[in-house]
């Protein structure tokens, strides 16, 4: 595999304080990465960074071999952990939206999903419920032909009986030359997709490697790992 994204002694501040100190990370074609830790830790800073929505850091990051500064957002969806799309569209004008918007984007397998998820095309984005707009979201994400799918929080509003329906949805709809990066408090939902877990406290990277080597060094699983390493964390 090659390294898609690369990331050298990134740091950043907000004033006095460190968001992300000496954070060094490699994540490969065709990986499925879990960003994991407490609300506070760093995650959505390192987000931000990646997105190229904080420009004002320390450290090297490339995407694909381009700098984040030089790229745009081309190689980039973002599944944001709260609903990004105007509420007045309705889900066509959504779909529609992101034609425009992006050469990458697939209208068949957008619609496809839709379908699957059995989200109604001509109603607007307002009149659906949290969970179902999760789905619009995600359907509208997976349908780009990214490279980097940077997913927050994608299952938050989700019932439990949809939580596996949409974990396939993400496994059937990335390529293996992409990787996910995958931003979640339901660890348990996700952990058996996850082939790397990152553990950011206090915006430091303190565990980075592969799920099956911590749960076999550990003998537990990532979930309970999870639990008991930041149990004292407020």
């Known amino acids: 595999m090659n390294h898609l994204v690369k990331i050298e002694n990134l740091q950043k501040r907000y004033g006095q304080k460190v968001a992300l100190k000496n954070v060094n990370l490699e994540i490969q074609e065709g990986e499925i990465v879990g960003l994991l830790g407490p609300n506070g830790s760093g995650k959505s800073t390192l987000i931000k960074v990646l997105m190229g929505l904080l420009p004002d ?5 490339t995407i694909n071999n381009v700098s984040t500064g030089e790229l745009g957002n081309q190689y980039i969806a973002y599944l944001p952990d709260k609903s990004h799309i105007p509420i007045w569209f309705t889900v066509k004008e959504a779909v529609n939206f992101f034609k425009d918007f992006y050469p990458d984007f697939n209208v068949e397998r957008a619609y496809g999903m839709l379908e699957s998820m059995e989200i ?31 997913l927050d929080e994608p299952i938050g509003a989700v019932d439990p009986a949809s939580r596996d329906f949409i974990v396939e949805t993400i496994l059937k709809n990335y390529g293996k030359e992409s990787a996910i990066l995958f931003s979640s408090h339901n660890i348990s939902d996700i952990e058996s997709i996850l082939d790397r877990a990152i553990f950011l406290k206090k915006g430091e990277i303190i565990l980075n490697d592969e799920v099956s080597i911590i749960r076999q060094q550990n003998e537990k699983s990532l979930d309970e790992l999870f639990r008991e390493v930041f149990k004292n964390v407020r």
Request: proline share 3%; glycine share 8%.
């Open 57 to 61: 850091y320390n450290g090297q990051i």
């Open 120 to 150: 109604p095309t001509n109603k607007r984005i307002k009149h659906l419920s949290r969970g179902m707009q999760e789905k619009v979201g995600l359907a509208l994400t997976m349908s780009r032909r990214a490279k980097l799918y940077i």
